[in-house]
């Protein structure tokens, strides 16, 4: 037998293959035996990026090398034999890092920074691309936003990701700043030579930027390592045996193919492993797994007069190139074919998939949504199988495929309908290919595919112009709608019976875009911008002002660097400890039901597993917790209330056992009734947590709507949304094995509060357990109170077994367990006048809170209070009801309330203008709060900023010209539509209750003058460290480099308020700041004595005279508080106003959109950190545009969520970003409630992504309009593709 053998960043690895299993990957591989913890596992389905790493093969068709990045992931460790693997920590060393790695930590391209490793390796990539193209002579396929498409980042919005790598001229794409002369035409060599510029404010040690050349040194070193381990690892028939027993073998030709299916019946053949399907067949232990990879005869490339043969082990990458390479060479008469197929490429997975997937996997995979297989059959591709003599084993091995390039080809088309624009399965695609031999007969052959149709392919052949069949009315339309109809996938239709109307459309239109394509061949079937602009204005720190105080400047995120070498440690980046084990949960497949067994029996005997956890391990009483009230249980003991419920634990000695072991626990269920999963369930059956109905009354309302005002009434909804973190929920539970101390390391946003339920749960006494937090990957209020329900499990298992137990969840157990933001449905009356303004609005809104209340009352206040959001209304009557429903317990999430507040309002007034045909910016400007107004709870508005943001924008955007220029655009074009909105927001920034207004500090200084900060908020992205340091600076007046933070934790701050609704600057700097005068006070006598000594001189000298260095900072918000039973008084400490106008582009024949541009003007005050703060604006508005456009939960009958993962739930990617994105701070004096005269602002600019929405809907209404429909029309939120599409296309009134 073989051994398995490769190099990881030029070190080479062995592996003894009888200890690892078959479906080991090497993202785990890489992180678990080699530490090398910088490749992250966020999704662990290639849905991400977060893993990716560059694999350089030795290719020996071409006796080259080829560089590709994968996700390491998908990736079987047995598939990277005798290659070389360079992971981000191969990029740097102690003493210097890439140019990337700077280019995204100084530009602050990093807030989590849980991302960042991914982004630095695709970056990696595109540059190695780029300089292998032009040493041979080709232009590079990828471009940077092709290069990333397959990289999700959570916190950034992506704009300083892309602008950190084209300002820097780090790639070739162009971009706006290309007229600033810093993009120009690199290699390797050149790229970084213009270095964008360089902070000077950065707080980590900065290192030397790699050399120039280095790169090009270190790919020369791989490849001799690749031509070395060639000689020993290429030879025939390499075979290993693993750990699960089945063999790994490799064949190099057709000859050692057959040997090896000769040798054994039960084989199954791999080629990229990207697929589902691959690597669940792995369970049913097939004694041999065929890697095919290597097979010469199908890795062919043969171009004849008539067809072009590719090799079925072809990547689709390669098959790119070389379909690039055939299009260059042949007449424009051959190329019909190839160029769609090249389409159809473009709109394939993303770059790291390509890279992996390859032609014959993507043939074979049982998908009805692959567009591989739809444009095979619709462009009447071959598919060649390998022959074996005296073998019928292999029958249906593929080998190569012929793409035919004959002249008879007219037109070939490729189109697809997704929700998201790029990295997302197909709803329906549609493959056109016609031929014709003479110039009235036509043979026109259609496939249709996609998540929502069974594939099915139809041909006719006819004497008439194509025209003609394609036509509404012709016959063969006739037979491809009902054709349609029988296809579409019955589950899908279950799901949601919209989906016909959808189906129906989508593919009538997707004709009719081909036949305008026939008419004047110009419609681009997707359009590709790789343009980016943005423009950011933002305040500056103060004249005068000395270099080592930071406040007011743009200071990289402190772990900035760490994030891109991927040093940054996060809680499963911890190596694993001494007698650890892994906790993996056993959860409920049902909605409502009672238990009536769990048999862990067959688990028990997967090896590795060491026992179970459950109720029964609980003190008497102690199974319920939640931070406000205990209604939940931690295992379900006699009855489960939600599908994902965590009924028991198994405990193991590897992930891997312990998910084995979970998968085989059987548990019995007897179902109940009702089952009560949305809003209108719970209104049905009158099920509500009652004690917590919110009312909020201004003025009389009934008295004017008797007064025969306009009224209109009617009902809108908004979905919930996934938090997503890049990080999943993690924890580690340690006994320290004395005074039942625990050492808990976790990912939560609130450490106190893990601290405190721990201690209720054990009853063990708080000062005994220590909460620990170093960074989180990511939290957005995800981590706040749902952070219990893993923290607990785990200390009880810890507790139980005395030993040390790491929890963390997959991507699926995470979105399937923990809950989200809830889903809103209002009914409201509104009347207003002539004007468009409102005098009364009723609305009764309704959110799910599912089976626990968690912190639901806070988020339905927020929502009730938040409604009229910047809007001056004289008579409301508003009234929230929390549903109790049987699904995951949902929770906060950025903004609480605030987003669905602002929809809901704005959604009010874009009624109103669309009622009385007016302008909608002019109804908004009437009655926009002004300056000394109050609020309906009477909190004043004294020193208002929301009008001034509101005209700034209007001025900044040009919205006027813009409008212009939209209904321009509209008159030209009937099924393109442009549409445009701006939107204000005012949010009411603090806590409603009162004693969460609180923050502290500890501050140590040691003698050598270095200076160690402990607060009690936590670093999830926002860079709150990284603020409390500029702080720091300030006070003590020393330069950032002596300030520290080493983590949050419970034993050095204690009674730490979440660190959630945008407070924790506010809060903890008010700390820090107090902490360091206290301090400062102490040393000022040693300070003036000694004029000239040095900061270190004159701390020492007060450590000498026994003064302490230590002291704890306290910060309360002042002036708050209001009365919860009256709803009067002040709940906030100030406002955060802003403005945003968007234009968009709207595709009314898929309903695919692109913004293509957003203006936001927001109030910062005077900005603690710009380019923090600026930072905080785009990620969360890019999150607002997830959460009104693009992101949608699904769920079956079962109340199990169907969309519980990044392939089928989609966030948004680096394309989805405005093309032009500019982002401005409000001038003016500060604001004088928070430090240093700032804002806050990490939650209030997601709400303006509701000008994304109303743009939108806007294109939506001008496509109606032309179309003779009523202009009036409901759009719920999100407003997805399949949305958009029905409102464009019938008749939806409100
Ligand atoms: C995140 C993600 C997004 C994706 N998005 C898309 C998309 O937008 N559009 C799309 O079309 N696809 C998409 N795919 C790709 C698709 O789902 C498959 O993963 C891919 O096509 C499989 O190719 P592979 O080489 O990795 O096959 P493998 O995973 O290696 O194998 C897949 C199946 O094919 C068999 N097989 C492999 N090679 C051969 C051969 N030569 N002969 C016979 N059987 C063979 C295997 O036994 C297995 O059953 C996506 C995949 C991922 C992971
Ligand atoms: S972890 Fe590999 S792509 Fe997400
Ligand atoms: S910085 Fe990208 S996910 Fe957090």
Redesign the pocket.
């Known amino acids: 037998m073989d051994k398995l053998q490769f190099y990881v960043n030029e070190k080479k690895v062995v592996v003894e293959t009888l200890e690892v299993s078959v479906d080991r990957t090497l993202a785990s591989f890489l992180r678990n035996d080699l530490d090398l913890t910088g490749t992250k596992v966020a999704c662990g389905?290639?849905?991400c990026g977060s893993c990716t790493v560059l694999i350089s093969r030795y290719c020996a068709e071409g006796e080259c090398v080829r560089h590709s990045t994968v996700?390491a992931c998908?990736t079987p460790l047995y598939s990277v034999h005798g290659t070389h693997i360079l992971t981000v920590e191969g990029l740097s060393d102690s003493k210097s890092y890439h140019q990337i790695q700077e280019a995204i930590a100084l530009e602050n391209a990093t807030q989590c920074g849980y991302c960042s490793p991914g982004f630095v390796m695709s970056m990696f990539g595109l540059q190695t691309e780029e300089s292998d193209a032009k040493a041979e002579g080709n232009s590079c396929v990828s471009t940077l936003k092709t290069a990333l498409q397959g990289n999700l980042c959570r916190c950034t919005g992506y704009r300083p990701i892309l602008d950190a790598f084209y300002k820097r001229s780090l790639c070739n794409s162009k971009c706006q700043a290309a007229k600033d002369g810093c993009c120009g035409t690199n290699d390797i060599e050149d790229a970084g030579k213009s270095v964008g510029k360089q902070s000077a404010y950065c707080i980590e040690n900065k290192r030397a930027i790699k050399q120039n050349g280095s790169d090009k040194e270190m790919l020369k070193r791989i490849k001799e390592i690749l031509l070395q381990q060639n000689l020993q690892c290429n030879k025939p028939l390499t075979k290993f045996l693993t750990s699960t027993k089945s063999s790994w073998v490799v064949p190099t030709s057709n000859e050692e193919l057959a040997k090896a299916i000769l040798e054994c019946k039960n084989f199954?053949?791999?080629?990229?492993?990207?697929?589902?399907?691959?690597w669940k067949?792995l369970a049913d232990k097939p004694h041999i797994v065929i890697d095919?990879t290597k097979v010469k005869e199908?890795r062919c490339v043969k171009l004849t007069d008539n067809y072009i043969r590719l090799g079925?082990?072809l990547?689709?990458d390669e098959m790119q190139k070389e379909l690039k390479l055939a299009v260059n060479k042949l007449s424009e008469s051959k190329t019909k074919v190839l160029k769609a197929l090249l389409k159809m490429i473009e709109?394939?997975?993303?770059g790291q998939?390509r890279k992996?997937?390859?032609i014959?996997?993507?043939?074979?995979?049982t998908?009805s949504?692959?567009?591989?297989?739809t444009a095979s059959s619709g462009f009447g591709l071959t598919t060649n199988f390998?022959k074996f003599d005296g073998c019928d084993n292999g029958s249906?091995?593929?080998?190569s495929i012929d793409i035919p390039i004959i002249e008879e080809v007219k037109h070939a088309w490729y189109e697809k309908v997704r929700r998201r624009k790029d990295?997302?399965?197909?709803l329906v695609n549609m493959a056109v290919l016609v031929t014709s031999r003479s110039q009235e007969k036509h043979k026109i052959n259609i496939s249709f595919g996609g998540t929502l149709l069974q594939r099915f392919t139809i041909a006719e052949e006819k004497n008439a112009t194509i025209q003609e069949l394609i036509e509404g009315t012709s016959d063969f339309v006739k037979l491809i709608k009902s054709q349609v109809l029988e296809h579409i996938c019955p589950e899908q239709l279950k799901l949601n019976p919209s989906v016909k109307s959808f189906v129906e459309a989508t593919t009538t239109n997707m004709l009719i875009k081909f036949g305008v394509h026939l008419t004047d061949g110009s419609w681009d079937n997707d359009k590709r911008y790789d343009i980016l602009k943005s423009t950011r204005l933002l305040t500056k720190s103060e004249p005068g002002q000395p270099k080592h105080d930071l406040v007011h400047r743009e200071v990289p995120h402190a772990s900035a660097i760490k994030h891109a070498t991927g040093e940054a440690k996060y809680c499963d980046d911890i190596p694993k400890l001494k007698n650890e084990l892994e906790l993996i949960f056993v959860l409920s497949t049902r909605p409502h039901a009672n238990i009536l067994s769990v048999d862990f029996s067959e688990a028990l005997k997967v090896p590795g597993v060491v026992g179970t956890v459950t109720h029964k391990d609980i003190l008497e009483g102690k199974n319920k917790f939640g931070l406000v009230e205990k209604d939940e249980e931690i295992f379900a003991s006699s009855k489960v209330t939600c599908n994902g419920q965590i009924i028991a634990g198994v405990l193991a000695t590897s992930r891997e056992a312990g998910t084995r072991a979970a998968g085989l626990v059987k548990v019995e269920y007897d179902e109940l009734q009702p089952v009560i999963f949305t809003n209108e369930d719970a209104i049905k059956h009158n099920s509500f947590y009652s004690a917590y109905d919110i009312k909020l009354v201004k003025g009389d309302c009934e008295a004017v709507f008797d007064e025969g005002n306009n009224v209109l009434t009617g009902e809108v909804k908004v979905g919930s949304q996934e938090h997503f973190y890049m990080e999943p929920q993690s924890c580690i539970v340690i006994p320290k094995g004395e005074d039942q101390e625990l050492e808990i390391i976790s990912s939560t946003q609130n450490p106190t509060g893990i601290q405190m339920e721990v201690a209720n749960v054990l009853n063990v006494p708080a000062h005994r357990i220590v909460v620990k937090v170093k960074r989180v990957g990511g939290g957005f209020g995800g981590k706040e109170s749902r952070c219990l329900m893993i923290a607990l499990p785990t200390a009880i298992a810890a507790q139980k077994f005395g030993r040390p137990v790491r929890c963390v969840l997959s991507r699926e157990t995470d979105m399937i367990i923990t809950g989200k933001r809830a889903t809103y449905l209002t009914q409201h009356r509104v009347a207003f006048d002539n004007d468009g303004r409102v005098l009364a609005l009723q609305m009764a809104v309704y959110i799910t809170a599912g089976n626990s209340i968690d912190v639901s009352m806070a988020e339905i206040e927020r929502v009730i209070v938040n409604l009229e959001n910047a809007y001056n209304i004289p008579n409301l009557d508003l009234k929230g009801y929390i549903c109790k429903t049987n699904a995951a317990s949902n929770t906060v999430f950025r903004g609480t309330g605030a987003p669905q507040a602002a929809f809901l309002m704005e959604n009010i007034v874009d009624m109103i203008s669309t009622y009385l045909k007016k302008e909608p910016s002019q109804v908004r400007s009437i009655q926009i709060y002004q300056d000394n107004d109050f609020t309906p709870y009477g909190q004043s508005l004294k020193d208002s900023t929301v009008f001034r943001c509101w005209t700034d924008c209007l001025s900044s955007s040009n919205y006027q010209s813009k409008k212009k220029d939209v209904e321009e655009f509209n008159r030209k074009n009937c099924y393109n539509k442009r549409g445009i909105s701006i939107n204000p927001i005012n949010f009411g920034i603090g806590y409603t209750a009162l004693h969460l207004n609180q923050g502290a500090a500890l501050v140590n200084i040691y003698t050598d003058g270095t200076v160690l900060i402990s607060h009690s908020g936590v670093e999830i992205g926002q860079g709150v460290h990284t603020k409390m340091i500029q702080v720091a600076t300030r006070v003590l007046g020393i330069p950032g480099e002596k300030v520290r933070i080493l983590e949050t934790a419970t034993d050095k701050v204690p009674n730490s308020t979440p660190s959630s609704a945008s407070m924790t600057s506010d809060l903890n700097g008010g700390a820090v700041m107090n902490a360091c005068e206290e301090l400062l006070a102490r040393i000022q006598p040693y300070k003036q004595k000694n004029p000239g000594a040095t900061w270190e001189e004159i701390v020492t000298q007060a450590y000498m005279d026994r003064v302490s260095l230590s002291a704890t900072g306290f910060y309360k918000v002042p002036e708050m508080g209001w009365d919860p039973e009256t709803r009067v008084g002040n709940p906030w400490s100030y406002f955060s106003s802003g403005a945003a106008a968007t234009v968009v582009e709207l595709d009314c024949l898929t309903g695919q959109f692109q913004i293509l541009s957003t203006d936001i003007v927001m109030d910062v005050g005077k900005s603690l950190n710009p380019s923090i703060d600026v930072g905080q604006i785009e990620g969360a508005f890019m999150q607002g545009v997830g959460l009104f456009l693009l992101e949608e939960l699904v769920y079956d009958e079962n109340g199990r969520l169907c969309t519980a993962g990044?392939?089928t739930y989609k966030i948004p990617t680096v394309n989805d970003t405005p093309l032009e994105f500019n982002v401005s701070f409000l001038t003016g004096d500060g604001n004088p409630k928070a430090i240093y005269s700032s804002k806050t602002v990490g939650e209030p600019p997601l709400l303006l992504a509701t000008s994304v929405f109303f743009a939108v809907k806007d294109a939506i209404r001008a496509y109606r309009e032309a179309n003779n429909k009523d202009r009036n029309f409901r759009l719920d939120s999100p407003a997805t593709v399949e949305k958009i599409l029905l409102a464009c296309h019938t008749i939806l009134d409100d």
């Open positions: 389905v290639g849905g996700n998908l199954k053949v791999v080629a990229g492993g990207t697929s589902d399907e691959f067949s095919v199908m079925a082990s990547t689709i709109v394939y997975a993303s998939v992996s997937a390859t014959g996997g993507s043939l074979v995979v998908s949504a692959s567009d591989f297989q390998a249906n091995i593929v080998e990295f997302d399965l197909a990044p392939v």
